[in-house]
């Protein structure tokens, strides 16, 4: 696993977690990436996305509690999550795909997940 999630852990609702996903500089460097999430039983969604030239994205139920950022010196990305809710409860996924075609690039990568419970 080459992208290195942390951050996830248990929150009452209304409150904030910082994740971070953390990757090798060529693909940090070369990659649009983000976070999706997968709750029980559901299929995995997109959360917030950042492209190679800062261009953002959220999920439409993100409605401005989340902010995503990169790290260019630490090669890592960040996904403020504020006013979180119980339906936030998921595995987060920390996700890149390489915005060039390189013999040393996979497709797409990910990374082992981390969990954010978020209690009523």
């Known amino acids: 696993v080459q992208l290195q999630a942390s951050g996830g852990g248990w929150v009452q609702a209304g409150g904030s977690l910082r994740l971070s996903c953390t990757a090798p500089?060529?693909?940090?460097?070369?990659?649009?990436m983000g976070w999706y999430r997968q709750a029980p039983g559901e299929q995995r969604h997109v959360v917030a996305r950042?492209?190679?030239?800062?261009?953002?994205e959220f999920g439409d139920f993100v409605k401005g509690r989340f902010t995503i950022s990169k790290d260019n010196a630490r090669n890592t990305v960040y996904l403020q999550m504020n006013n979180l809710k119980p339906e936030d409860t998921a595995v987060y996924y920390c996700?890149?795909?390489?915005?060039?075609?390189?013999?040393?690039?996979?497709?797409?990568?990910w990374g082992q997940g981390t969990l954010v419970t978020v209690s009523s």
């Open positions: 500089r060529m693909i940090f460097s070369f990659s649009h």
């Open positions: 950042i492209a190679t030239n800062g261009m953002t």
């Open positions: 996700w890149a795909e390489p915005g060039i075609i390189n013999d040393a690039l996979e497709n797409e990568y």
